[in-house]
C-alpha cells in the first residue's frame, strides 16, 4: 500500500515537502506524530491522527507516538487566537499516562521491523538547563523565519508571549533529536501543523545536514464547517468513562448524511474497493452506511461484546417488543447508560426491601403517573410493566429481587412510556 496515494484517495493529504513520497518509495520508513497531553483522554477529532499512524504501519512503516511531556508544559499556539491557560505538571502527566494506554490499543508495537514505539519529550530537556537551550535550540532559527509562520503570524493582533513563540523550536528540536536517536526521517501531522513540522527539517538540514520530511493531513470539519468531534452534550471521546460506547455508537448514527462520505474515508480500514461498493449497494440508504461505520469503530475502540451490548441498549430504548431476556443480559454500566437516556428516578434502597405496593410506586416514590387512582387503572389495563413483566394484580409488591445488579429497575406504563428506577 502506498501511503501517499493511500491519503489521497480517503482525502486526508494535505501537503508534503519535495520528494518525500520518492523517500517513503525507497523503503520503511520512521515517521512521527506529537501528541500534547492537554486532555484527559483523545477526542475522535484527535483519532484522526492514529489513523495516519495506523495507515503508516500499513503501509510498511515504522510509526512513533511521541507523547508531549514537554511541549504540553508549553502550550502549542497553532490554530488558537489568543493565550492557552496551562495545565499543572500533575494534570498534564495523568493526561499522558491516560492516553499513552489509549493509544497502546491501535497500533502493533515492538522495536523490530516496523513496530511502533512511543517516546516522551520530556526525555531531550530534562537534562538541559536555560543557556543549553538557548546557545544550542534558539540559534538555529531566526526571529524572522518563526515569525512567518502562520501559528505565529495570526497572533501578531493578540500577542503571544515567549513561552508559545517557543514551542516552534521545542517542537523543531525534537524532531532533531528523533532523527538522531531513531533515524526518524518523516514528521506527520494537521495541516495546522506545516509551519511547526518544517521547522523542524530546517533544524535537521541546518544543524545535521541531512535531509528530513514533512507530510500533513486535511483537519476534518463537517459539511458547515464545524469542527468534528463534538456532538450537542460535548466531546466525543474514545474513553468509555467520558463517553459511554451508546452514545459513541449512536454518534456515527446520527451523523449528516453529507458528512458520511468523508468520515468514512477518514475512519475505516476497509480498502478503497471495499469502500465504493458499500457506497454502490447502499446508494439510497445512508443509514445502513452509518451502521457500519458505526460497528467497525465500535469494535476497534472498545471491542465486539461492548457493541454487542450497546445493540441490546439500542434495542431495549428504541424496540417496544424488546423482550425481558435482553434487559436482562445487561451489565451494570449499560443500566447505566439506559437510565442516561430515559426519565429515571432515584429511590431508597430500603423501601424497596421492605416491599412498596405497585401503586405507591408509581404515584408517590415516583411521578410516573399523577395519583393513586391512574396507576390503579394502568395496572388494571395491563399496561404497567417491570422488568419487562406485566404487573396483573394492583395489589402488588415490589421488592428488592427487582433490583438488576442490585441497583436498576426498569418500569413502562404503556408501550412508549419507559422509566428508570435507581435505588440509592
Known amino acids: 500500500m502506498n501511503f501517499i496515494e493511500e491519503l489521497k484517495w480517503r482525502g486526508m493529504f494535505s501537503q508534503m515537502t519535495p520528494e518525500a513520497d520518492e523517500h517513503l518509495a525507497g523503503g520503511m520508513r520512521t515517521g512521527y506524530i506529537g501528541f500534547d497531553p492537554t486532555a484527559p483522554a483523545i477526542t475522535i477529532g484527535n483519532y484522526v491522527q492514529i489513523m495516519i499512524l495506523t495507515l503508516f504501519q500499513r503501509s510498511g512503516h515504522k510509526p512513533v507516538i511521541l507523547m508531549g511531556g514537554a511541549t504540553g508544559r508549553v502550550g502549542d499556539p497553532s490554530g488558537k487566537d489568543k493565550e492557552r491557560e496551562l495545565k499543572t505538571v500533575e494534570e498534564l502527566d495523568a493526561n499522558l499516562a491516560a492516553q499513552q494506554k489509549e493509544m497502546m490499543k491501535f497500533l502493533e508495537f515492538g522495536e523490530k521491523g516496523n513496530g511502533a514505539i512511543v517516546r516522551n519529550n520530556i526525555d531531550f530537556y530534562k537534562n538541559m538547563n536555560v543557556l543549553d537551550f538557548l546557545r544550542d535550540v534558539g540559534k538555529t532559527l531566526t526571529i524572522n523565519y518563526m515569525m512567518s509562520k502562520d501559528s505565529v503570524k495570526n ?3 493578540t500577542g503571544m508571549s515567549f513561552t508559545e513563540f517557543s514551542y516552534q523550536l521545542l517542537q523543531a528540536y525534537d524532531f532533531q533529536c528523533l532523527y538522531k536517536e531513531n533515524n526518524c526521517t518523516v514528521q506527520m501531522g494537521g495541516s495546522d501543523q506545516w509551519g511547526n513540522i518544517t521547522s523542524g527539517t530546517e533544524f535537521i538540514r541546518r544543524n545535521l545536514g541531512e535531509k528530513a520530511h514533512a507530510i500533513t493531513s486535511n483537519l476534518l470539519t463537517k459539511s458547515d464547517g464545524k469542527k468534528f468531534g463534538k456532538s450537542e452534550e460535548g466531546n466525543i471521546w474514545i474513553d468509555a468513562e467520558l463517553t459511554s460506547p451508546y452514545k459513541f455508537y449512536q454518534f456515527w448514527l446520527n451523523s449528516t448524511d453529507s ?12 480498502t478503497r474497493e471495499e469502500v465504493e461498493a458499500l457506497e454502490v449497494e447502499h446508494d439510497n440508504n445512508p443509514q445502513a452506511l452509518k451502521r457500519i461505520l458505526g460497528e467497525e469503530l465500535t469494535v476497534r475502540i472498545h471491542s465486539r461484546e461492548v457493541y454487542e451490548a450497546v445493540l441490546k441498549v439500542s434495542d431495549l430504548l428504541f424496540n417496544a417488543k424488546a423482550s425481558r431476556e435482553t434487559l436482562m443480559s445487561l451489565g451494570i454500566r449499560d ?3 439506559v437510565a442516561g437516556e430515559i426519565p429515571s428516578f432515584a429511590i431508597s434502597k430500603d423501601q424497596v426491601v421492605n416491599g412498596i405496593h405497585i401503586v405507591d410506586l408509581l404515584a408517590e416514590t415516583t411521578s410516573i403517573v399523577a395519583s393513586k387512582g391512574e396507576a390503579r387503572r394502568a395496572v388494571q389495563g395491563q399496561a404497567v410493566s417491570v422488568n419487562k413483566e406485566k404487573v396483573q394484580n394492583p395489589e402488588t ?6 433490583l438488576l445488579h442490585g441497583k436498576y429497575m426498569m418500569v413502562e406504563n404503556g408501550k412508549k412510556n419507559k422509566f428508570m428506577l435507581v435505588a440509592e
Do not use: G, N, Q
Not at 458528512?259 to 476497509?270: A, H, N
Not at 409488591?397 to 427487582?402: K, Q
Open 397 to 402: 409488591v415490589v421488592t428488592s429481587e427487582a
Open 155 to 157: 497572533r501578531m493582533d
Open 259 to 270: 458528512d458520511l462520505p468523508k468520515l468514512i474515508r477518514y475512519f475505516t480500514l476497509k
Open 335 to 337: 443500566l447505566a447508560t
